[in-house]
């Protein structure tokens, strides 16, 4: 699922894909205004951009969660954010999903800077 923003005709979109042993998490900016995207950091758990794997451990479901090396990232009008992240570890076990989130702060057609907040998830 994948829930845009409308600014005037244009938007801010999130994608994820695996390619092999890799997994693509892309957010797109089509505002024109610059983006900032923000990270979950330790004063902030659940509150910022992630992605989570959901998988079968033996008897169990786990999850871990895959996050960016940068707190903060911004991302200029028309331009994409790519982050790569190697899942390779996760391919010897019964992989059940990969959820995203996109968090960051955006500009509306009057200027004024808003949160937003975008969903992704990949079934497997």
């Keep these: 699922m994948c829930f845009f923003f409308p600014l005037r005709g244009q938007n801010v979109s999130l994608d994820i894909k695996v390619d092999g042993d890799v997994l693509v998490y892309e957010v797109e900016n089509g505002t024109p205004y610059y983006l900032m995207l923000f990270y979950t950091g330790e004063m902030n758990p659940g509150g910022g951009s992630y992605c989570l794997v959901n998988y079968e451990y033996g008897n169990s479901r ?30 010897n076990y019964k992989v059940i999903d990969i959820s995203a989130t996109a968090a960051m702060a955006v500009k509306d057609e009057s200027g004024r800077t808003k949160p937003l907040k975008l969903r992704k998830s990949i079934s497997f």
């Design 62 to 91: 786990r999850s871990d969660f895959l996050e960016a090396d940068k707190r903060a990232i911004r991302i200029e009008p028309g331009e994409k954010y790519i982050r790569k992240f190697d899942i390779s570890e996760y391919m």
